[in-house]
């Protein structure tokens, strides 16, 4: 049987070294999300600063929750918090490839996408960072609310109600014809690369 994540991080208090598993476990999804925050070449730098946080942090770690994933993503937010201004730059830098199976509806929506990166791009920026992070663990991620909470200490409530402001505030500035669909897709448009 396998351990969760919590037994191996209670082991790691006695055999630092089995901390490596959590590392081998999770760093795949935490370098994707820090390269799509950050970008590739910051992200690795940013994983190593997140897996020495948790390893410092190993004590604090809530044992009733098995898997680490959200505790992690939350620390990673919070480095990518101390990168701000490369993200706010890596915004407008991004290609958008779209994963479509029909080469038409690829073209289709890489030309959708390019005509709104611009308003998407100061859209994301204009957004606070606390709305921001939700936004981007949702749909790049695709959290559940409640891992949302865990991952950034809020309670669910806050999730829903930033989540709610960010697609409004999103939805504006790309006009009132966009839908939450539509947003998603521009914001989950080529990420898949980055993985």
């Known amino acids: 049987m396998t351990a969760t994540d919590a037994e191996i991080i209670e082991r790691s208090r ?7 598993e959590i590392f081998d476990r999770h760093a795949p999804h935490i370098h994707r999300y820090l390269a799509r925050r950050l970008g590739r070449e910051a992200a690795d730098d940013a994983v190593a600063e997140t897996f020495l946080a948790a390893f410092d942090k190993r004590e604090r770690y809530d044992r009733g929750r098995p898997d680490a994933r959200p505790w992690l993503y939350g620390i990673a937010t919070n480095v990518a918090g101390g990168h701000r201004r490369a993200e706010a730059r890596r915004f407008g830098a991004r290609p958008h490839p779209v994963d479509a199976h029909d080469h038409a509806d690829r073209v289709a929506a890489d030309v959708t996408a390019r005509s709104l990166r611009a308003q998407l791009t100061a859209a994301l920026g204009a957004l606070s960072p606390g709305d921001r992070d939700v936004l981007l663990l949702i749909a790049w991620e695709q959290l559940a609310y409640e891992e949302v909470a865990s991952a950034l200490d809020i309670p669910v409530g806050t999730v829903r109600s930033r989540l709610n402001r960010a697609r409004r505030l ?26």
Do not use: K, M, W, Y
């Open 14 to 20: 006695r055999e630092p070294e089995s901390f490596a």
């Open 170 to 195: 999103v939805r504006e500035a790309l006009g009132a014809t966009s839908t939450t669909d539509t947003i998603e897709e521009l914001l989950n448009n080529g990420q898949h690369q980055a993985r």
